[in-house]
């Protein structure tokens, strides 16, 4: 790549913001999607395909050792499930996933997990980052 380090800042619509930053020469992969809400925060490892729920709280002593112990319960749960996936032969990666989804959306007849339009506007937005990088 010309740059290690790409970031970027997306404003959709009055109130919704993402960023997105990544490295190029990291030592591994590393994928994290944080939807941050007035409820709380998902947080999804992508690589490992764990997620964890972090509800509004007082960020106070004990809340915080609550909130670490309830992250390592969520965390080993996810753990255990994906474990038993991978023994039992169900587990998809990502893009198995999106293909298997669009594949059954055009076998019954149902909506693809992406439309058009939005596939089309994720390009969009790749061409345009490439095009600055350049």
């Given at each position: 790549m010309?740059y290690?380090?790409?970031s970027?800042?997306f404003?959709?619509g009055e ?9 190029f ?6 994928i994290y999607i944080?939807?941050?809400?007035r409820q709380?925060?998902l ?9 964890i729920?972090?509800p509004?709280a007082k960020?106070?002593?004990f809340?915080?050792a609550?909130?670490?112990?309830r ?11 994906n474990?038993?996936r991978?023994l039992?032969?169900q587990?998809?990666?990502g893009?198995e ?7 059954e959306s055009?076998?019954?007849?149902g ?6 339009q939005e596939g089309?506007?994720?390009v969009?937005?790749l ?8």
């Open positions: 010309k290690d380090e790409l970027a800042i404003k959709a109130k919704k913001l993402a960023s997105v930053h990544v490295s020469n990291a030592p591994r992969n590393s944080d939807l941050l809400g709380g925060i947080r999804l490892d992508v690589i490992t395909a764990t997620l729920l972090l509004a960020m106070e002593r809340s915080k609550a909130d670490s112990f992250q390592a319960c969520q965390l080993s749960v996810s753990t255990a499930k474990a038993l991978i039992s032969g587990w998809r990666d893009h996933m999106c293909i298997r989804l669009f594949a055009i076998l019954k007849g909506q693809p997990p992406v439309t058009v089309y506007e994720v969009k937005v061409e345009d980052i490439y095009r600055r990088i350049d």
